[in-house]
């Protein structure tokens, strides 16, 4: 089936050069934002009950931007000021650019996974084993993390920052789409929970990252889109071939 209106459960980009404008105007394809998600900081009290002190450590890992802008914001609420020493290591480029909202980006204390993946971070985590890492995260994760951390006896603390909440559909708000694009597993938890009675059918669904991939499947949904891969490490990268593909004549 060809594809004519995609779903994208994100905000609307800020920037008018977004891919995702470039794929709808080629391809002619209608494409929404719509979260289906809200994610929240945690208070500062909340924090404070973790008994964590951020300036005990020397480096941060981040595994999306949403732990980067929860990270700052607590730090700014809580009067912490982040020296200058202070290294940053990321899941995905992507990740590490976002950085340059916070603080001034230089490359020695910035480190990424070429691919997405967690574990092809783990070597310059390694490599850099005397660091005392924080880790901001979600109330809702995986021990995946923590697991590969431990393994490599490597010194970190885990840090519950921010929450994820369903950002429910209003009865007059239309859902007919071809595709959906997910990029958390918290996405895919308030699909089921805003359309209980959900059936795929005919519609693609497509998703970023691994732990989204393995909650699409766990759901009992096809996944017809995975991104990062090497050829696309990005969703609209992927998107657009997807489409491409899809509604060959």
Known sequence: ???????????????????YYDIAERYGVKIDFRPFIKVESV?????????????????VIFTS??????????CEELRVTIPDTMKYFCTSEQIALYIQKYVQYRKRKVFFSQTGKFAD??????????????????TVHTDE??????????????????????????ADEKFDYDMLLF??????TSLMKNF???????????????????????????????APTVESPSMTAALDKFIGERNKD
Do not use: W
Not at 65 to 74: G, N, P, Q, T, V
Not at 145 to 170: C, P, W
């Open 1 to 19: 089936m060809k594809i004519k209106k995609v779903l994208v459960s994100q905000p609307k980009p800020a920037s008018d050069k977004s891919p």
């Open 43 to 59: 208070s500062a009290k909340e924090f404070r009950q973790q008994k964590v002190s951020i300036l005990d450590h020397t480096a």
């Open 65 to 74: 931007r949403h732990a980067i802008d929860h990270f700052f914001s607590l």
């Open 121 to 138: 971070l783990m070597p310059s985590i390694a490599k850099h084993h005397t660091e005392k890492y924080l880790l901001p995260m979600s």
């Open 145 to 170: 993390i923590k697991e590969a951390l431990d393994a490599k006896n490597i010194q970190h603390t885990e840090a519950v920052m921010y929450r994820t909440v369903s950002n429910d559909f209003g």
């Open 183 to 188: 990029f958390s597993p918290a996405g895919i």
């Open 196 to 226: 209980p009675s959900f059936e795929q059918g005919d519609i693609s669904i497509g998703c970023f990252g691994p732990t989204t991939a393995k909650a699409v499947k766990d759901a009992g949904l096809r996944l017809d889109l995975e």
